[in-house]
């Protein structure tokens, strides 16, 4: 089974600041066939279910702000949100979606400084 | 509009047995692929298991804290995927999820429902 290991587990950056969580895989998470990176971001706020930001390691779900930015292939990740807002204080996590056990990251704790 | 609305949560003895229930709406369930996440008390998101849709087989995969005690089943004519989770342990207190993906995503889960709470406690 593919094992999701992100870095920092808690991260606290001013408003207005550049964020970014990595993820690394324990195995590549690209498929040669589809040509693409089976990685995928979520935003998990409490009291709510997680939110889909990133799917194929790079592409924003509708509706979510260009500030969000996925990056990397193979087995190495990073989310980036480029100015950070006081909405964006949560857990994210990152998961591959390639195959069953689609497995997620431990999460990163997401606070304002 | 997509709604997954999960249901069947409840307190339970350790070694008992419940069965959740997510009912969709919005989609068409026949062809959809079917995920179950949880999340204990402090701990982060889990994958627990997902069944495909009939037409590719409706079979199910777990995850491996889960194999052998949960199942997962669907009946499509009620547009409602089941999680059957027996012989229950003290960690598997969680809120549980439902989720789907829709087919641009390549499997990451765009829809979630709200989540529905299962407590295993003597």
């Known amino acids: 089974d593919i094992v999701m290991t992100q870095s920092p587990d808690s991260l606290a950056v001013s408003l207005g600041e550049r964020a970014t969580i990595n993820c690394k895989s324990s195995q590549s998470v690209f498929s040669t066939s589809r040509n693409k990176n089976f990685l995928a971001w979520y935003q998990h706020k409490a009291g709510q279910p997680p939110k889909l930001l990133i799917y194929?390691?790079?592409t924003r779900d509708s509706g979510v702000p260009d500030r969000f930015s996925g990056s990397g292939s193979g087995t190495d990740f990073a989310l980036t949100i480029s100015s950070l807002q006081a909405e964006d204080v949560g857990v994210y996590y990152c998961q591959s979606h390639f195959d069953t056990p689609q497995t997620f990251g431990q999460g990163t704790k997401l606070e304002i400084k | 509009e997509v709604q997954l609305v999960e249901s069947g949560g409840g307190l339970v003895k350790p070694g008992g047995s419940l069965r959740l229930s997510c009912t969709a709406s919005g989609i068409d369930f026949n062809t959809a692929w079917m995920t179950w996440v949880r999340q204990a008390p402090g701990k982060g998101v889990e994958w627990v298991g997902r069944i495909k849709s009939r037409p590719f087989g409706g079979t199910a995969d777990y995850a491996a804290p889960v194999t052998g005690r949960f199942s997962i089943s669907r009946d499509d004519s009620k547009n409602t995927v089941y999680l059957q989770m027996d012989s229950l342990k003290t960690e598997d207190t969680a809120v549980y999820y439902c989720?789907?993906?829709?087919?641009?995503?390549?499997?990451?889960?765009?829809?979630w429902g709200q989540g529905t709470q299962v407590t295993v406690s003597s």
């Open positions: 194929w390691a790079s």
């Open positions: 989720a789907k993906d829709v087919p641009w995503t390549g499997g990451a889960l765009t829809y």
